[in-house]
């Protein structure tokens, strides 16, 4: 077991232990260890799979048994300052955590909402020709930028259990990651999340529908997967 590994366990295993619940998305707020600056560097905080500080109800981030001044300072956020600038700000010197010319570029965003029907066939999870060729494309542009995160997200319609909804939308999710990582991205960047029938975007619109394929035909938008590239440009 390498020595990057066992720090990132402890550091997930500390955050799981904690009971603290994983934010399904990055906001302004999220402080998010920068692998990017030093691969080897010690996390002096608890981080969740997308290697965002764990916090508690009143805001403070939790440290690791890693955590020494030194290392808050040593360790680099995505704003390319350390850590502890956000973490302990009170502990940190006031020129570590001066902003300068130097600092990288924040990271931007880009949501990209693909048909669930494109990529695969109605109730499976194997990728169709036309799914494989819009992964392709996404793979080329994510490879052309200073990639930090790839979140895939699954959806489906409402038809069938939840049960077996939520493990399609899994299933797709984990497909997506599967091949983009065949293309070239690195696994440890791909995160994956299934939603099931839980977050539909018709509506009531398909409420009075009644014949199966009908219905089908009218919930094909809430069958997609949702995948969003976080990173900077060159």
Not at 34 to 50: C, E, F, H, K, L
Not at 121 to 140: I, N, S, T, W
Not at 152 to 163: K, P, Y
Not at 179 to 194: F, H, I, K, M, N
């Amino acid at each position: 077991m390498s020595k990057q590994f066992k720090k990132n366990l402890l550091a997930l295993a500390a955050f799981a232990s904690l009971g603290v619940a994983a934010a399904p998305a990055y906001s302004a707020e999220d402080i998010v260890f920068n692998y990017a600056t030093d691969n080897n560097a010690v996390v002096p905080y608890a981080i969740d799979g997308r290697n965002i500080v764990a916090r508690s109800n009143t805001d403070l981030c939790w440290r690791t048994g890693y955590w020494t001044p030194a290392a808050a300072q040593s360790a680099f956020a995505g704003n390319n300052l350390p850590m502890g600038c956000s973490c302990d700000a009170d502990l940190m010197p006031a020129e570590a955590c001066q902003v300068t010319t130097q600092a990288a570029p924040a990271p931007t965003a880009e949501k990209v909402k693909l048909a669930a029907d494109a990529l695969f066939d109605f109730d499976k999870a194997v990728l169709r020709p036309e799914g494989r060729q819009q992964l392709d494309e996404l793979a080329a542009k994510a490879n052309q930028i200073n990639l930090e995160v790839i979140l895939a997200t699954g959806h489906t319609d409402r038809i069938g259990s939840d049960s077996y909804n939520q493990s399609l939308s899994q299933r797709r999710a984990a497909a997506v990651k599967d091949y983009l990582v065949s293309r070239g991205l690195d696994a440890q960047r791909v995160y994956t999340e299934g939603k099931g029938e839980s977050q539909p975007v018709t509506g009531t619109s398909c409420d009075n529908v009644s014949a199966r394929n009908a219905l089908i035909d009218c919930l094909q938008p809430d069958r997609r997967v949702e995948i969003e590239v976080i990173g900077t440009t060159n």
